[in-house]
């Protein structure tokens, strides 16, 4: 199994469904590895965590050197404590004239990484974690691969008691979704600083 995180969305989410909108920023990180574990053994059959693959942006050092050195830091210490399975692909941050840094790209790049593992038969299971509806075609895409083994598509999102995140699907076709409760989120939850240089 495979795991695709278009991070910055799954971060948000965690905020918003675990009610952490006013608390501390580090509040809704995650260890990439611990939360593909975490999917892992929620799978009824047999399966093994190949990688995971974390998308996100990076902001542009001369525009914001802290920011850039915490983004740094997060993402080696992902790959670091990743056991040699997690993958992080990051695309400079965009910087409209007016307006918040925006991510450029990620969407992009993950969603032909999702299809191109899938055509070259990198994994037999690839699960997407996203509310991104641009992602929406390349779960389409392997849906519609045919060959034998056939990969089998599967999404993740995070959930409450109450009621279930918002989670990506595909008109026509039955896409399984792992939901992610409190419990697990608080086993998967990285709430280092990673503003503060090490030994900070």
Request: net charge neutral; aromatic share 8%.
């Amino acid at each position: 199994m495979v795991v695709f995180l278009d991070y910055q969305n799954v971060y948000k989410g965690a905020r918003e469904t675990f009610g952490l909108l006013d608390d501390p920023g580090v509040y809704g990180q995650i260890s990439p590895y611990q939360l593909g574990q975490a999917i892992v053994r929620r799978r009824q059959e047999p399966s093994y965590l190949a990688s995971v693959h974390v998308y996100r942006g990076r902001p542009d050092s001369a525009r914001d050197s802290k920011g850039y050195a915490a983004n740094m830091r997060q993402c080696a210490a992902m790959k670091n404590k990743g056991h040699g399975l997690v993958h992080v692909v990051t695309r400079t941050l965009r910087y409209p004239p007016d307006g918040k840094p925006q991510e450029k790209g990620i969407d992009v790049a993950l969603a032909v990484d999702f299809v191109t593992m899938a055509v070259m038969k990198q994994f037999d299971v690839g699960v997407l974690m996203s509310t991104d509806t641009d992602l929406i075609p390349a779960l389409e895409a392997v849906i519609a691969l045919d060959g034998n083994p056939h990969p089998c598509c599967e999404v993740a999102a995070w959930s409450t008691p109450d009621r279930h995140n918002r989670r990506l699907h595909v008109k026509g076709s039955s896409v399984y979704c792992h939901y992610i409760g409190p419990g697990e989120f608080d086993l998967v939850a990285d709430t280092t600083d990673y503003t503060r240089p090490r030994g900070e």
